[in-house]
């Protein structure tokens, strides 16, 4: 996990994941939308290596199959930080924090899902048929969010206010 002084770091996490903790001067492509923002920021970059990281290397790893199916491997070496920023910490590596305690956007999404899938399980079992819409509705709006990639809840809960970050101090994006 070695870089090259000519090498810039792609973090292809979440937004909110990202304003919580990043690798400082690190870019921000997040695989979400690594295939529509990539072409732009490697269009301005000067480094010969892109480095891929995310939490723990599996993002970076599908990030890498779409680095190299976009056309880019002639230009640029790309590699994976194997570990993510997890070992990146764990090797004493400064990290830019916003927040001291953060829960991502999709854990709370599935903390929500969850409570209702189970809330409503609860209603059917307890003689109430109508709470079976319930489920229906959180399923529905799972297979509507694995198929298109857009999810309102994660939308909605990003923007409370529990999850508004600092404004950073230099933009990296």
């Known amino acids: ?24 001067n690190s870019v921000f492509v997040p695989l979400s939308q ?77 903390i929500v899902i969850g409570a209702g899938v189970l809330g409503a399980s609860i209603g059917v079992l307890s003689g109430s048929p109508a709470a079976a819409w319930l489920s229906a509705f959180f399923g529905a709006g799972l297979l509507f969010a694995g198929s298109t990639g857009w999810c309102g809840l994660a939308l909605l809960l990003a923007r409370m206010p529990w999850n508004q970050g600092d404004t950073p101090a230099c933009e990296t994006r």
């Not at 070695?2 to 994941?17: L, T």
């Open 34 to 110: 690594f295939a529509h923002l990539a072409p732009e920021k490697l269009a301005s970059c000067s480094a010969d290596e892109i480095v891929l990281m995310c939490r723990s290397g599996t993002r970076a790893k599908l990030a890498l199959e779409q680095f190299r199916q976009l056309g880019y491997s002639d230009r640029f070496k790309a590699t994976v930080f194997d570990g993510g920023i997890l070992e990146w910490k764990k090797q004493g590596k400064a990290v830019v924090q916003r927040k001291r305690f953060h829960l991502p956007v999709m854990r709370q999404t599935q």
């Open 1 to 24: 996990n070695s870089m090259s002084p000519q090498s810039v770091i792609f973090d292809v996490r979440e937004q909110d994941e990202f304003d919580a903790e990043h690798v400082p």
